[in-house]
Nanobody
Framework: VQLQAFGGGRVQAGDSLRLSCVAS????????VGWFRQHLGNEREFVAA????????RYADSVKGRFTIAKDNAKNTVYLQTNSLNPEDTAMYHC??????????????WGQGTQVTVSS
């Protein structure tokens, strides 16, 4: 599975962005797709994940109520709608396939990141 993430950008606090993760290759993402983010100098952290089969979702506490993860099976695409962004959300956002668990060790495939920068 190859993953391509895009949709990042520079926004003001309170704005929204929709990130997309497109999967390609011979098979659809097995089990699920997750989003992780890494701010410069920090460890990569879990943001959200979705099960490919039943759409079950998980979120980090820091984004609950502001971010929404969704999928379009026909397009092999997972979206991360990010609302009410604040400067603490500034990071490189990566999507990964292989699990719906909130830890990167469970994911087998990673895409390149898309940068989100939020100014106050």
């Amino acid at each position: 599975v190859q993953l391509q993430a895009f949709g990042g950008g520079r926004v003001q606090a309170g704005d929204s962005l929709r990130l997309s993760c497109v999967a390609s290759g011979r098979t659809a993402p097995k089990y699920g797709v997750g989003w992780f983010r890494q701010h410069l100098g920090n460890e990569r952290e879990f943001v959200a994940a979705i099960s490919w089969s039943d759409g079950d979702t998980r979120y980090a506490d820091s984004v609950k109520g502001r971010f929404t993860i969704a999928k379009d099976n026909a397009k092999n695409t997972v979206y991360l709608q990010t609302n009410s962004l604040n400067p603490e959300d500034t990071a490189m956002y990566h999507c990964a396939a292989g699990s719906q668990l909130p830890a990167e060790t469970f994911y087998d495939y990673w895409g390149q990141g898309t940068q989100v920068t939020v100014s106050s």
